[in-house]
């Protein structure tokens, strides 16, 4: 009889890569942006938003370590379906059904 083989699988490596407490790709964003904001423009004032907006990333990213694909999913759907779409020179949008987002902004 043959032994099988098991490897650990560690959850760290199942979670998304985060800096100071906020996904990857945010902070280095919300750093990028801010100090280009502070250094190259001289708005030095602008700092404390900046990590005040990084404070809030962080506290979404306790909520859902995944956010940003929480973010890309709801901004992909569609407000109304319908099987033959057409294009009558309006661009209204459409109220969500009940239990999509309904009377959320978009």
Request: net charge positive; proline share 8%.
């Amino acid at each position: 009889m043959e032994k099988r083989r098991s490897s650990r699988i560690y959850p760290v490596l199942n979670q998304p890569k985060m800096l100071a407490g906020v996904e990857h790709a945010f902070a280095v964003a919300n750093i990028t942006i801010g100090l280009t904001m502070a250094m190259h423009f001289h708005q030095w004032q602008l700092l404390p938003v900046f990590v005040l907006f990084h404070v809030a990333l962080s506290a979404a990213g306790r909520r859902e370590p995944e956010i940003r694909k929480v973010y890309r999913r709801y901004a992909a759907q569609g407000d109304y379906y319908e099987p033959f779409p057409r294009n009558m020179g309006t661009r209204t949008r459409k109220a969500r059904p009940d239990g999509w987002g309904k009377g959320v902004p978009c």
